[in-house]
């Protein structure tokens, strides 16, 4: 953990909030205050209610939380992060600073962006929680950088993503290691590849892995767009893109709408490779039997997308002491491992496992799983999150008709 620099420090103790000591960092008299202000309170938890193992693992951890600490918390289930950010930005327009609707939201990349300079974020507040001691920062970058945007503390993270690939083992026994080795996989194998329409995540995700790619110099990627920027290293994306629609599902002229959608075509055999942003995905569909034994999931050779998801508190949350108290046991060994266990979630970790005390890293299964990946990729930083929208936006002008 690094230390909080003083105004961060200033910050933080006049909120009642002081940083914890480095070595160990335990809970002192300020964060007991904090648990205790707590007490009673409700927090408005806004995060995605797409997924039913997320959902179950977000009702086990208000559970825990209530009978721990006597804090409730509401699960308000987002179809997309922006309805929050939405929100959280009128409510801040019509001059509600404090009373707001939102307590906690699940986020990371261009929504943290856009509350972060539109000063919608409360903190910071991340570093000083009792469970960040425990956070791989040096093994893990992305959890204080967030596409290319310092974290400063205004969002703790809480799980990690890599982009994957996966596919049935008897019909793809050599895959494809970097994108122009799919795209050759897609010419031999016409209609059996494809990638969800963006502006879908993993349709996005898809676009930016292809982007990096085709950019060796890749510097502009990691800066704010320009107009120049744009058009100078999208280019070679553009004309990958058409080469490569031809040969895909229904000629590049349709896209599947979600992940899960080509999933279900992996699994009837209609697509031969699917694509996630969670490594641990195809482990799951394997153990659920939605995907067969056989399934084998992989990242490219010389490095694969990834990033940190985050949680984050509005600046006008009504129940602040409440929202701290529930990020910090999410950041607990106790609930990061059961979000890792594939029988459960499958989130991979924000935590340094290994310097864990040994009771804990007991909590955490070492055993490599069917459809796990057998060999973690090079990580490769997300763009800054200024190129998302104009890289969807193009993309939906080109080929959305």
């Known amino acids: 953990m690094y230390p909080l620099n ?21 809970a002192g008299p300020s964060w ?11 927090v408005y938890f806004n995060a995605w209610g797409g997924s039913a193992r997320v959902n ?10 209530s009978r721990m600490y006597a804090v409730t918390v509401e699960h308000v289930k987002l179809t997309d ?9 009128s409510e801040k327009a019509a001059g509600r600073l404090s009373d707001g609707t939102v ?25 000083s929680l009792p469970s960040y001691a425990g956070v791989d920062i040096q093994g893990k970058p992305t959890t204080r ?41 897609a010419r031999t194998n016409p209609g059996r590849v494809t990638y969800p329409r963006p502006p879908d995540f993993t349709g996005a995700t898809f676009l930016k892995q292809a982007l990096v790619e085709l950019n060796p110099d890749r510097g502009a990627l990691y800066r704010p767009v320009t107009p120049e920027t744009f058009a100078r290293a999208t280019a070679p994306l553009w004309a990958w893109l058409d080469a490569l629609h031809p040969h895909l599902w229904r000629s590049g002229r349709q896209f599947p709408a979600s992940p899960a959608a080509i999933r279900q075509m992996v699994a009837d055999g209609e697509l031969f490779v699917g694509l996630t942003f969670n490594p641990n995905e195809p482990a799951n569909e394997v153990a659920a039997r939605r995907l067969p034994p056989a399934t084998t999931s992989w990242q490219f050779s010389a490095g ?29 060994p106790q609930a990061q491992a059961r979000k890792d266990d594939i029988a459960v979630w499958g989130d991979p970790t924000v935590l340094a496992v290994d310097r864990l ?38 993309w939906l002008r080109r080929y959305g008709t």
């Open 304 to 332: 694969a997308l990834a990033n940190t998801h985050f949680l984050a508190i509005p600046f006008n949350a009504r129940a602040r002491e409440g929202a701290l108290v529930l990020i910090n046991f999410l950041l607990s």
């Open 81 to 89: 992060t922006v309805e929050a950010v939405k929100r959280v930005r």
């Open 145 to 185: 950088v967030d596409f290319s945007e310092p974290v400063d503390g205004m969002e703790a993270p809480w799980g990690m993503a890599q982009f994957t690939l996966f596919a049935d083992a008897t019909r793809v026994p050599a895959p494809p290691r970097n994108m122009a080795a799919l795209a050759e996989f």
């Open 103 to 127: 307590d906690v939201v699940w986020i990371n990349g261009e929504n943290f962006l856009t509350m972060k300079r539109e000063g919608l974020l409360y903190g910071p507040f991340a570093e």
């Open 357 to 394: 005390p040994p009771a804990e890293r007991a909590r955490f299964s070492t055993a490599r799983k069917p459809g796990q990946v057998a060999q973690t990729a090079p990580a490769i930083p997300e763009p800054h999150g200024s190129w998302v929208e104009p890289l969807e936006r193009e």
């Open 32 to 42: 007991t205050a904090v648990e205790a202000r707590a007490r009673g309170q409700t």
């Open 56 to 65: 179950a693992y977000l009702q086990w951890a208000a559970g825990e939380v």
């Open 6 to 26: 003083r105004r961060s420090a200033l910050q933080l103790i006049a909120t009642g909030l002081a940083a914890p000591s480095i070595a160990g960092a335990q």
